[in-house]
């Protein structure tokens, strides 16, 4: 049977398969935060070649009228994710809203700020909850206020997770155990001063501890010349794997079908995600399935 295209659990949601469509800007979304109808009918056509699960581009927890984003700072934008919703259910297809705090200025950071703004992630995952989603994804990535903490020189390092980890707490207490709590996660950013595995290491145990039930394992943004191949990223993926057992999606350039099947079988990682590869190719699950199939009657 093909890895690649067999089903898995997230907590309790069961997906058919191990295709991701993780966050990509699109050009369908506008100012308010209000999906935009061609957003929803793309991740409709994404759903409908067979991706399994879409990470949603990010969405704003917090009002900002002039960024043109998704939102769930409102309850005027609980309809448009329900819409959603009902349109990737017609082809068993699932969405996670990716909740992004977006980086603030310095003196945010500190702790007298935390609870307005681990208020807005909680309600904002609500939301999503009400609009019909099986769970959200929080948004650790570079530009997130939760990797700006995580490098600031402002906050002493035994604080720089605080704020995260009693976020996911806080979301896991008032919406239970059914709803699909999941980090996107920097676990490198390969350069001297920013994140480094081994911090990240640790931090992803305790996420776990904390109740996260998906890591989406990421790599910072450096200007940094690295040489990039595919499946680059999967030793950095090996190394969060050895330390926790819930589900990672892995990145790196994984549009060849085989090197993402290697990889699941070999139990690096347990999704693939597709940012570059369905947005540039939305029929990719057919033509990888054909590929993979033909491969097995070959040998």
């Given at each position: 049977?093909?890895?690649?295209?067999?089903?898995?659990?997230?907590?309790?949601?069961?997906?058919?398969?191990?295709?991701?469509?993780?966050?990509?800007?699109?050009?369908?979304?506008?100012?308010?935060?209000?999906?935009?109808?061609?957003l929803i009918l793309e991740y409709g056509r994404w759903s409908s070649y067979g991706i399994g699960l879409i990470i949603s581009e990010p969405v704003l927890v917090q009002p900002?009228?002039?960024?043109?984003?998704?939102?769930?700072?409102?309850?005027?934008?609980?309809?448009?994710?329900?819409?959603?919703?009902?349109?990737?259910?017609?082809?068993?297809?699932?969405?996670?809203?990716l909740l992004q705090?977006?980086?603030?200025?310095?003196?945010?950071?500190?702790?007298?700020?935390?609870?307005?703004?681990?208020?807005?992630?909680?309600?904002?995952?609500?939301?999503?909850?009400?609009?019909?989603?099986?769970?959200?994804?929080?948004d650790a990535n570079t530009g997130s206020f939760f990797h700006q903490?995580?490098?600031?020189?402002?906050?002493?390092?035994?604080?720089?997770?605080?704020?995260?980890?009693?976020?996911?707490?806080?979301i896991r207490g008032w919406l239970g155990r059914r709803f699909v709590v999941g980090v996107r996660l920097v676990v490198d950013d390969l350069v001297p001063d920013g994140v480094?595995?081994?911090?990240?290491?640790v931090l992803a145990h305790e996420l776990v501890a904390a109740g996260v039930d998906l890591l989406d394992i990421v790599v910072g943004r450096s200007v940094a010349p690295i040489a990039q191949f595919p499946g680059w990223q999967i030793p950095l993926v090996a190394?969060?794997?050895?330390?926790?057992?819930?589900p990672l999606i892995a990145h790196g350039m994984l549009g060849d079908p085989w090197i993402a099947e290697d990889m699941l079988r070999e139990g690096c990682a347990d999704l693939v995600g597709l940012e570059t590869a369905i947005s540039a190719t939305p029929h990719w699950p057919i033509w990888a399935r054909q590929q993979l199939e033909r491969g097995v009657e070959a040998a």
């Open positions: 049977m093909l890895r690649l295209f067999s089903a898995i659990q997230l907590g309790t949601l069961a997906l058919t398969n191990r295709l991701v469509a993780t966050p990509v800007p699109s050009r369908f979304s506008h100012g308010g935060g209000f999906l935009n109808r061609s900002s009228p002039n960024l043109a984003k998704p939102g769930l700072s409102a309850d005027a934008h609980i309809q448009a994710f329900r819409n959603l919703n009902q349109c990737l259910h017609e082809y068993q297809s699932q969405c996670l809203p705090l977006a980086s603030q200025p310095e003196p945010m950071l500190q702790p007298t700020h935390w609870p307005n703004l681990r208020e807005q992630l909680l309600f904002a995952a609500w939301r999503a909850y009400a609009a019909g989603c099986p769970g959200v994804v929080i903490m995580r490098v600031s020189k402002q906050v002493p390092p035994t604080s720089r997770s605080q704020l995260l980890l009693e976020s996911i707490e806080a480094s595995l081994q911090e990240s290491r190394g969060i794997r050895s330390i926790v057992d819930v």
